[in-house]
């Protein structure tokens, strides 16, 4: 981790957000904080008042910037933040797909 945060790491936004690393499951945005050391104070707050059974079961928090405003209501931004990710899958697949190529080979009558 760098030790000097450039301008765009502490005004950027951030969501914080709840998984679990054994499924892959995605609880959802907890959180959306401004600059990237209150993503990173704020994930530790959050692991530090896990439950072990939680840790345990795999439960853990990541952040990822956003382009989400802080403050916003964590149902709110997991809503915005799915309809991005998918938004983006879906024109990662379109992109990926090869068009249609007509067969060299005529068909016999």
Request: charged share 25%.
């Amino acid at each position: 981790m760098e030790l000097f945060l450039t301008l765009d790491d502490s005004s950027s936004s951030y969501a914080v957000i709840c998984y679990n690393i054994r499924t892959y499951q995605s609880a959802g945005v907890v959180a959306v904080v401004k600059g990237q050391q209150n993503a990173t104070a704020k994930v530790k707050e959050l692991e530090g008042s896990q439950s072990s059974s939680e840790q345990h079961e795999g439960w853990r928090y990541i952040f990822e910037k956003s382009t989400l405003k802080a403050g916003t209501d964590p149902t709110e931004a997991t809503r915005k933040r799915q309809e991005d990710l998918d938004a983006r899958e879906s024109k990662a697949m379109q992109e990926t797909q090869t068009p249609f190529a007509p067969s060299q080979h005529r068909q016999r009558p």
